[in-house]
């Protein structure tokens, strides 16, 4: 059974910092690409950041310079530092694991709020 578990989301006031951590279980994870998407009321799901098997990383244009992507193998965890949150950070963000054509996996979100 696949599970991806998001941890770590939470209140931050404007300009605030906050890590976020993702553990999969069920795949094999050094193989798969990770990523980290959110969706704001009333908008759709956009990507945020995602890193590749090999360490290679794309961060979504909003949150380039603040984002940053990264994971240990070793403890199946996917990582996503936020700093210089702003309002418009505040969302659900969902952990993704992909593999070729396979159906992705998503994790049930954990709730960000950038709020003073």
């Known amino acids: 059974q696949v599970q991806l578990v998001e941890s770590g989301g939470g209140l931050v006031q404007p300009g605030g910092s906050l890590r976020l951590s993702c553990a999969a279980s069920?795949?094999?994870?050094?193989?798969?690409?990770m990523g980290w998407y959110r969706q704001a009321p009333g908008k759709q799901r956009e990507l945020v950041a995602r890193i590749s098997s090999g360490g290679g990383t794309n961060t979504g244009d909003s949150v380039k310079g603040r984002f940053s992507i990264s994971r240990d193998n070793a403890k199946n965890t996917v990582y996503l530092q936020m700093n210089s949150l702003k309002p418009e950070d505040t969302a659900v963000y969902y952990c993704?694991?992909?593999?070729?054509?396979?159906?992705?996996?998503w994790g049930q979100g954990t709730q960000v709020t950038v709020s003073s």
């Open positions: 993704n694991a992909d593999y070729r054509s396979l159906a992705p996996y």
């Open positions: 069920g795949i094999m994870f050094s193989i798969y690409t």
